[in-house]
DNA sequence: AATGAATGAGCTTTCATTCAT
DNA sequence: AATGAATGAAAGCTCATTCAT
C-alpha cells in the first residue's frame, strides 16, 4: 500500500536527467567543459563529481563510465587547457615580423592569453599544488608545451643575428621572466588585489601594465648586459 | 645573503614532546607548524584533520579545542605565514641605502624569502583558489601586509627625488612586477620544470635567474619611459 | 471494537529480509518502521541514526541516500504517524449514525486509536517539545489533518439542527476536549501512574476511563449551556 | 616569541566569565533555573550543558562540581518544576468553599496554572519521553505530589456526602480528567494550532475554552451517572 | 554501449565528562 | 571548596566509486 505523503522520498544524489544524447563525443566535450569549470574554481580534491554530474546533461555515472576517475578526468581538462594556449600561439606567425616587434607581440599575446583565460591560470596552479604530478604523467602535456621554447629560443636567435637583442639570455630565462608576469597577475589578482586594494582586472591598471611589462622586458632585451 | 631568524618560522626539527605538554602555547605552535605543512602540501580541501593530529603530538580533539574548525586553523596559519615575510621585510632598513642598491636588495631579499619558503608560496596559491575569502575576512593579514607597499612607495619616492630613477611607476605595478617573478618560479616550479626539463631549485639556475630579475627591474627603473 | 488496517501502520513482526534487498520501497519503509519506534523512544535529538540503522537491515549509508538527514527522517516519520490516525478516521462512516452515536462512537475511536498507538502520541508530544516545525513546514501534515475538523464540524451541525446537541461549540474545542483525554492517558501515562501509583493500561481502568470519557463529553452536548 | 595576529587563538568552548559569587546556594539557583529554560526548550537529550553554562554566571566545571551530571541537574529541574505547581495548590484552601464552587476553583486554578507554567508542562512532557525513570527515582517529586490526591479525594468526599456531587468517581479519574484538558492545551499548543490553524494563546480562546473545560466537568460531577 | 541503484570508507565536528591542582 | 585545561567516544554526514544489468 503507497503512502501518497511519502512520494517526496527521494534518494539524495540528484535526481538522473535522461541523457540519450546519442553523440558520446558532444556528451564528453559537455563533461569536460563543466569540468574545468569545476576543477579551476575548487581544485582538485575541492571539485565535487556530483557537481559536475549536475551542470552536465548527464548523470554522474556516465562520468566514471567516459572517464574512468575524477583524477583522470581532471588530467584530461589539464590536457586540454594547455593544448588551448598553444594552439593559438602557433597561430602567431611571428618570423613575419622584425625581432623586437615579435617580442613585444609575443608578451602581448601571453599577457591576452592569461588575462580571458583565468580557468588555464587556475589550472596551473593547482597542478602546482598537486607537484604537477598529472603533468609529468601526460606525455600530451610534455608535447604540446615544448614548441614554446622553440619559438622563444628562434626569436632570440633572430634578434641576436640581427644585433638587435643585446643580451643573450637562456630561452628559459627569457620565458619564465614572460610567463611569470602575465601569470601572476591572474593567478594572485585576489590576494594582492585585496592586500593591496587594487582591483587588477579595472581596464586602466590592465593597459598599464601591459605596457609596463612588454616596455621592461624589451628594454632588457635591447640594453647591453 | 644571510635571512635572520627564519628559524623560527617554521622550526627545521620538531621536537619531540609529552603528550601532555602542559604548555598550551607550545602545542598550539605545534599544531600550526604541522598544518601548515599539511595544508602547503595538499590545500584546505585536501589537507585532513587527521593526518594534522597524526603528525602532532596532540589529538584530534585539541585542534578543534584551539582552533574551532579546519577552516579557522587554516586561516590562522595563513596569517602566521604572512606575518613571517613582513616581519622580516621590516627589518631591511633600505632607507640607510642609496636608491638603486635599495632596490636592488628589496629585489633580493623578496627572491631570497620566497626561494626558501616554498611552503608561504603554496599557501598563497592556495588561498587564491579560495578567492581570497579568508583573506578578506582577515583585518589582521591586511593589517600585515599594508606596510610592504609603503616601503615600496618610500623607495619609489626617494628614487625620483635623487634622480636615480627615471620612471614615475605606482607603487602597486612595481610591487607586481617584483612579485610575479619572484612567486612564480616558486609556484610554478613544477609545471614548468616539468614542460621545458629544467630544474628550478638547482644553484646556478637559481642564481642567474636572481640576477636576471633584479637586473631587468632596475635597468627598467633607471631607463627614461 | 476492532480497528482496520492497523496492522499494516507498524508491522508487529519486522520479517527479516536479505541485505540487499533489491526492493527500494520496501527498504524505505523498513527504516521508516525503525526509525518510528527509535524517535518515538528518544525523541529527535536522542534518537541515534546508528541505531536506527543497526536495527535495519540496511547500512546508515542507505538512511543518508533515501532520507537525506536525520531531521527529514523523522520529518517523513511523522507525515506516516499523522497519516495512520486520519486514514482510519475516514473510514468511520458517522453519518450513518445518529448524532449522540455518531459522537460516541468519535470519542470511543480516539480513545481506542490513541491506547493503540503510543508510539504516534509520543512522536506527537516530541513534535511538540520541537515548537512544531516539521509540522509547520509539511504540507502534507497539514492537508493530511484538515479533514478531521470538518468531520466534527460536521456531526456538530447535524447533532445541533436535529436538536440532539443544545450547546453551540466550536468544532476546535470539541476536538481539543477529545484529543486532550485521550492524548493525555497515554503522553502522560509515566508520571501520571507513577506518582500516583496506578497503570493506565490496566484494562479495567482502561475501560472505566473509556466511559467516563465518554459520558462525560456527550453529556455536555447534550446539556442546554 | 608571540605573534599578535594569533591573539585570537581562543579555546573553542566559551570563556570562562569570573564566578566568585561566594554564594553557592544563589549559584546553584542560578543554574537550576538557566536548566530548567534549556531542558524545556530542548528536552534531556537536546539541552546542552555548554548552553547552560554560557547563560549562567557560572562555568560548566561548576555545574558538574555541584550537580554532579547532566542527567542529574536534569532530575534536579524535574524536583523543582514538580514542587512549584503543588506548593501554590496547598494555599488554595478549598475546604472554605462549598463543593461545587471548590471544584470549579481546583479546575481553574490547574488550568491557569499550566496556562501560565508552559515550561513545566514541556518538562513533564519530556519526563514521559524519558519514561518517568528519573520521577521513578526521585522520592521526593513522589511525595510532592501525593497530596494532590488527597485534595481531589477530599473534595469529592465533601461533595458525595453533601449530595452536590452525583457521581462517584474515583479521585484518580477526576484528577486525570481535569489534568487532561489543562496539560494538553498546552503541551501541544504548538501541533494543534498548526494544523487546525488557531491559536490557543489568543486570550478570546483561552477564556472560552477555560470556562467549558470548568463547565463541562462541573456538569459531569453533578448529573446522576 | 550505457545506466539506475547502491555503498565502503572516512570526513569534520560535537558532547558530556574528567584530569590535576 | 573550587576551577582551568583537556579529552575519549561517538555523532551526523560526505565522497568517489562500484554493483548489476
Known amino acids: 500500500m503507497k503512502l501518497p505523503e511519502l512520494a517526496n ?10 541523457t540519450r544524447s546519442r553523440d558520446p563525443e558532444r556528451t564528453k566535450q559537455d563533461i569536460l567543459d ?15 563529481v556530483d557537481a ?33 594556449i598553444r594552439r593559438i ?20 599575446f601571453t599577457f591576452d592569453y592569461h588575462d580571458a583565460h583565468p580557468e588555464f591560470v587556475r589550472l596551473v596552479a593547482i597542478e602546482n599544488i598537486h607537484n604537477a604530478e598529472h603533468v609529468k604523467a601526460s606525455l600530451a602535456v610534455r608535447e604540446t608545451n615544448r614548441p614554446a621554447l622553440k619559438v622563444v629560443e628562434h626569436l632570440l636567435s633572430r634578434g641576436l643575428k640581427s644585433g638587435v637583442f643585446k643580451r643573450d639570455l637562456e630561452a628559459v630565462d627569457l620565458h619564465l621572466m614572460i610567463s ?11 590576494t594582492f588585489g585585496t592586500i593591496f586594494e587594487c ?3 579595472e581596464p586602466k591598471l590592465r593597459e598599464r601594465q601591459r605596457r609596463m611589462i612588454t616596455d621592461a622586458i624589451a628594454l632588457f632585451m635591447m640594453s647591453p648586459g
Open 180 to 190: 611569470a608576469m602575465c601569470f601572476y597577475r591572474v593567478s594572485n589578482r585576489q
Open 52 to 84: 559536475i554530474a549536475a551542470k552536465t546533461q548527464t548523470t554522474k555515472r556516465m562520468i566514471y563510465y567516459y572517464f574512468e576517475s575524477k583524477e583522470n578526468l581532471y588530467a584530461l581538462v589539464l590536457e586540454r587547457a594547455y593544448a588551448g
Open 89 to 108: 600561439e602557433e597561430q602567431m606567425d611571428l618570423d613575419r615580423l622584425d625581432p623586437e616587434t615579435a617580442l613585444r607581440r609575443l608578451i602581448e
Open 34 to 48: 563543466v569540468a574545468t569549470m569545476e576543477f579551476a574554481a575548487h581544485g582538485l580534491a575541492g571539485g565535487r
Open 9 to 18: 522520498v527521494l534518494p539524495s544524489e540528484p535526481a538522473s536527467r535522461p
Open 199 to 201: 582591483n587588477l582586472n
